[in-house]
T-cell receptor, first 114, second 109 residues
Framework: EAQVTQNPRYLITVTGKKLTVTCSQN?????MSWYRQDPGLGLRQIYY???????DKGDVPEGYKVSRKEKRNFPLILESPSPNQTSLYFC?????????????FGPGTRLLVL | GQNIDQPTEMTATEGAIVQINCTYQ??????LFWYQQHAGEAPTFLSY????GLEEKGRFSSFLSRSKGYSYLLLKELQMKDSASYLC??????????FGTGTRLLVSP
């Protein structure tokens, strides 16, 4: 089954404790992206990657890091989480060879930073 | 700048028709996506309009007017399961999506 997976789905942590949220897709998509979703603000892009070893900042990159060592994986790293990073996070992927370029979303990771 | 506007919330009755509007102003525009998102779940793709006009897909239709910076999603024969948020997103190129804040649709019996 074609899908985007994220782990963990739920996470409670404390300020300053480094964490990683994993994202994996099995569709051989070149493009992957991380979004955060907050009430009243909609989905905002954090980082994106056009292919292996190619990453770039989105609209709200502060406090986050990413890496793209393999095509299927695109982890999101919070080196020193703060309470304002409490949010619902989505990973998405798409094929740049697909004329429609539809992005497919993972199930989401709900993060609470105390 | 980038600006996507859609109503915050709408209500409708089961079996009715509802139209969710979206206006956009973006630097660069290639097309307009609509996604459906149930509470706490992932957005799922509904439609993508590139050219002006109406595209119909079962109970859902989507319309685009590029000259007016306007789109709408039309839902017919509403069902309870259609209660969800509907996200309008402008595709500005190079895989970049700019999302509106979403319209929460409540369908009542």
């Amino acid at each position: 089954e074609a899908q985007v997976t994220q782990n963990p789905r739920y996470l409670i942590t404390v300020t300053g404790k480094k964490l990683t949220v994993t994202c994996s897709q099995n569709m051989n998509h070149e493009y992957m992206s991380w979004y955060r979703q907050d009430p009243g603000l909609g989905l905002r892009q954090i980082y994106y990657s056009m292919n292996v070893e190619v990453t770039d900042k989105g609209d709200v990159p502060e406090g986050y890091k990413v890496s793209r060592k393999e095509k299927r994986n695109f982890p999101l790293i919070l080196e020193s989480p703060s309470p304002n990073q409490t949010s619902l996070y989505f990973c998405a992927s798409s094929s740049i060879r697909d004329s429609q370029e539809t992005q497919y979303f993972g199930p989401g990771t709900r993060l609470l930073v105390l | 700048g980038q600006n996507i506007d859609q109503p915050t919330e709408m209500t409708a009755t089961e079996g009715a028709i509802v139209q969710i509007n979206c206006t956009y102003q973006t630097s660069g525009f290639n097309g307009l996506f609509w996604y459906q998102q149930h509470a706490g779940e992932a957005p799922t793709f509904l439609s993508y309009n590139v050219l002006d006009g109406l595209e119909e897909k079962g109970r859902f239709s989507s319309f685009l007017s590029r000259s007016k910076g306007y789109s709408y999603l039309l839902l017919k024969e509403l069902q309870m399961k259609d209660s969800a948020s509907y996200l309008c997103a402008a595709y500005t190129g190079f895989q970049k999506l700019v999302f509106g804040t979403g319209t929460r649709l409540l369908v009542s019996p």
